[in-house]
């Protein structure tokens, strides 16, 4: 339960989340989440493999002679 909310930077201001009625909050419940459960699973199976390639990457440092074209 979340209460009222005064802020000190506007007196006499109050605000109470309870009265808030926006669509954006309503979560529906009865939607299939499995695809968006699955389009979660690729996209973290996707960063897993980013990091790994990104670890085994060796770097090195290279000359400035190596930029210059001869």
């Known amino acids: 339960m979340i209460s ?7 007196p006499n201001y109050t605000f109470d989340p ?3 009625d926006s669509p954006l909050l309503h979560i529906d419940e ?7 459960q699955q389009q979660i ?3 973290a199976k996707l ?11 060796t770097n ?3 000359k400035l ?3 210059w074209k001869k």
Request: no cysteine; glycine share 0%; net charge negative.
């Open 4 to 10: 009222t909310l005064a802020m000190k930077t506007l």
């Open 18 to 20: 309870a009265t808030v």
């Open 30 to 36: 009865s939607e299939d989440n499995d695809e968006e």
């Open 41 to 43: 699973e690729i996209q």
């Open 47 to 57: 960063a897993e493999d980013q990091v790994k390639k990104l670890s085994q990457q």
């Open 60 to 62: 090195k440092q290279l």
């Open 65 to 67: 002679t190596h930029f």
